[in-house]
Every structure is written in C-alpha cells, then in structure tokens.
C-alpha cells in the first residue's frame, strides 16, 4: 500500500498500529464461527468465503446465513433485506469517513470496502486526522485478512464435523446474535427498541415465512422517532 | 433462489452500501431524526434475529429447547465481559452438552 498515512511521527505510528492489529485479531478470530454457521446453513465452503470476501460486514453476515439456516433458500428475499437494513450503518460510518480519510479512485472504493464497525471504532478513536488514517487501513485491512482466512478454516471444519446441531452449532448461532447485539443495549430507549422488536418477531413467526418476521420487527426502530427522554428541566418549567 | 444470486444481490447491496456513504454528499441522513432511526435499526433487527434463532422451530412454533440455555449462558459470559468468540463456543458448548445428555 502505498497510500501516505499522513505526517504521523514516528513514535505515535506504533500504538495506533497496535490498536487497529489487535482489533484486527480479535474480530478476525470470530470469522470461524461465521465458516461453521455458513456451512451449517447449507452453503458450500465457496459461497461461505464469497460472502466474507464480498460482502465483508459481520452482522450482516450472520443475518444472511441465520435466516437461511432457519427458512432455506426460499427466505433469501427476507436474508437479502435484513442483512441489508443491518448494512446502513457501514454507509453511515462512510459519511464520516470520506473527509477524514480524504481518498479518492480505486483506493475510494477499497476504502469503502473496509467500512465497518472495528476500522471506524479505531479511526474516531484517534486523536488527530494521521493517526485517524492510519487506523483505519491498519484495522481494516488486518480484520479482512484475518476475517477471511478465518472463514475458510472455519468452513473447513464445519464441513468436517457433519450434523451441525450434534455440536450446539445452531446454539452457537443464536450466541453470536446475542454478542452482537449487546454491546448496542447501553440506553434505556435501545432496550426498549429492542424488546419491541423480540415480541414482533416471535409473536408474527408463527404466521409468515421464516425471515419475514425479522424484517417487520425492523420497524421497532422507529421507537427511535420519539424525542428523546424529556429530563426535568426547571428552566424550562420555570419559563 | 439459487444461492449464488442471493449472495450476488446481499452483496452488492452491502457494497453499494458503504459505496454510497463515501459518494453521496452529507445531507438528509445527516438530519438527527433520521440517524436515530437508522442507529437503531441494527438493534431491532439483532433483538429479533435473537428470539427467532432462539425459540422458534419448523413453521415459526414458539420452542424452548438447549438453545435457550445456551443464550442464558452466553448473556451471562457477556456480563463477564468475555469476548466474542468464547461467547459463542460457550453457547454451542452448552446446547451439545445438554443435548448428549438427552436434556433437550
């Protein structure tokens, strides 16, 4: 790569390309779990490797091969929205990236590939604009090289171990679902979104295809709409 | 629909996605109402890809069974703050152990 990171000094390259490899290691290791769950949801080890090279967003990942897991290829169109819906916020970090990062070209487009959650943590994380640049091609680049190669390994022993519920890997699944959603539930309103749209889906599942339950209880989001919790104000009260 | 083309649109919508947001002119989704809805909408689509995975089986039935068990189990490693991947191997651990046992 040849791209300049920017005027960064020397001795503050170091912690910031610490900071986005450990990223890099830590989310690239739960690229296995993604291989296994692909192959236990009925893709082969090339559709499993296509989805992290291509696709290359976590979440949106596992909301793909989740609710084909549980409806089959006739879910797709459902599996297709979800992942989907779950993939805006990458265009939203992408708002806040482009003039950071200042890219233009092909390398705008790699960019673009790299925009997810762990290399926009790591770029706001930083201190000034260099360092910001540096962490995200750091962490980016590492989570996809890891994210990748782990995928494979992990398809590969997915494939290997055969009934896939004899190893609580649909469980494992439903872990995954409940890691990534946690570190999201730190207001009371984003328990309440989230509560709302748990009743949505269970209580439509029984009546609409696999999937479909899921997008629809997308729409607990707009509980978002409401303006935020009115705290007392005495000013206000006063006037 | 035959996977390929199901992986071919998923991705290319994630792609233009991320596209778009380094294309498009900061505007309308900069407006704070809009980026409320659209923070929470990885949160309503979590929650239910949660319960559905978790307690639903063929034909949408509610269902508790060792999955259950493996979500309570991974909740609590969560507030133990263990990271990702021992939350999920804890969680399929827990289901295939119960199930060997002839539990669930």
Redesign the interface.
């Known amino acids: 790569m040849t791209d300049p990171p920017g005027p960064v000094a020397p001795a503050d390259r170091r912690p910031v390309a610490r900071q986005g490899l450990s990223v890099g290691l830590a989310t690239g290791a739960y690229g296995i779990s993604f291989g296994a769950l692909a192959v236990a949801a009925g893709f082969d080890v090339w559709q499993a490797c296509a989805l992290s090279l291509l696709m290359f967003t976590g979440g949106s990942q596992f909301a793909f091969v989740g609710i084909v897991a549980s409806g089959g290829l006739a879910a797709a169109p459902s599996a297709i929205a979800a992942s989907s819906m779950l993939g805006i916020r990458n265009g939203l970090y992408a708002l806040e990236l482009t003039h950071l990062l200042g890219v233009r070209g092909v390398r705008r487009l790699l960019a673009a590939h790299l925009t997810i959650d762990e290399s926009t943590a790591v770029a706001v994380a930083q201190p000034d604009a260099p360092r910001a640049r540096l962490g995200f091609w750091v962490a980016g680049l590492s989570v996809f090289v890891l994210w990748n190669l782990t995928t494979l390994a992990g398809a590969l022993v997915g494939n290997a171990i055969g009934d896939p519920r004899t190893y609580g890997l649909d469980a494992a699944a439903c872990a995954a679902f409940t890691a990534l959603l946690w570190p999201r539930l730190r207001s009371r309103d984003a328990v309440a979104v989230a509560v709302l749209g748990g009743l949505v889906a269970l209580l439509l599942s029984p009546a609409l295809p696999p999937g479909i339950p899921v997008v629809v209880a997308s729409l607990a989001a707009l509980l978002a709409l409401r303006a935020p919790r009115a705290t007392a104000n005495p000013d206000r009260a006063a006037a | 629909?035959?996977?390929?083309l199901?992986?071919a649109?998923?991705?290319a919508?994630?792609?233009g996605?991320?596209?778009?947001?380094?294309?498009?002119p900061?505007g309308v989704?900069?407006r704070p109402?809009v980026?409320?809805?659209?923070?929470?909408?990885?949160?309503?689509?979590?929650?239910?890809?949660?319960?559905?995975?978790?307690?639903?089986g063929a034909?949408?039935?509610?269902v508790v069974d060792?999955?259950l068990a493996?979500?309570a189990?991974?909740?609590v490693a969560?507030l133990l703050r263990a990271?990702?991947?021992l939350?999920?191997?804890?969680?399929?651990?827990?289901?295939?152990?119960l199930?060997?046992a002839g539990f669930a």
Do not use: D
């Open positions: 629909m035959n996977a390929w199901a992986i649109v998923a991705t919508i994630a792609f996605t991320k596209v778009a947001g380094h294309l498009v900061a989704l900069e109402r980026r409320r809805v659209t923070g929470a909408l990885p949160v309503a689509l979590l929650a239910a890809l949660v319960v559905t995975q978790t307690a639903t034909g949408g039935s509610l060792a999955r493996a979500v189990v991974a909740a969560l990271p990702f991947l939350v999920v191997v804890l969680g399929a651990l827990t289901a295939a152990v199930r060997a």
